[in-house]
């Protein structure tokens, strides 16, 4: 029987940071299956680690190689073993530079809570460690 996988979520980098996805299988993994990481445009990227969870379920991390400029590419997971084939959902590799972050992403990395309370509003005192500016 072929392993199925589970749901392969987004991955959001800054350009430059490192990137990688996680493919998450139910079924028996074998030394002998072939996994990999494939493009949209076909592309394939050989697995680097793969490491059996239980008896039902194996992992595989795959680091992907160019975040050196903005971009968005989709990738999947794909299996040949002896019981057949699999593919996993095609998930997005988004590589944003700082000048695409959000105000409220930029709240979220930059801001240190000044205070908390029950029944108040968080308040926040912002000092921004890098210099972030919208589009």
């Not at 002998?32 to 050989?46: I, V, Y």
């Not at 240190?112 to 500016?133: D, I, M, W």
Request: aromatic content about 8%.
């Amino acid at each position: 029987k072929a392993p199925h996988f589970l749901r392969l979520q987004n991955v959001e980098v800054n350009v430059g940071q490192n990137a990688s996805f996680q493919c998450t299988a139910g079924g028996k993994w074998s030394q002998h299956d072939k996994l990999w990481l494939q493009q949209w445009n076909g592309k394939d990227t050989a697995l680097m680690v793969t490491r059996v969870v239980n008896h039902r379920r194996f992992s595989a991390t795959v680091s992907v190689g160019d975040t050196s400029q903005r971009s968005t590419s989709r990738h999947r997971c794909v299996i040949r073993s002896d019981g057949g084939s699999g593919v996993s959902n095609y998930a997005d590799l988004i590589v944003k530079d700082k000048t695409q972050w959000g105000e409220a992403e930029i709240q979220e990395s930059c801001c240190q809570p000044l205070a908390r309370g029950y029944l108040t509003e968080n308040v926040f005192e912002c000092v921004p460690t890098h210099s972030h500016r919208s589009p």
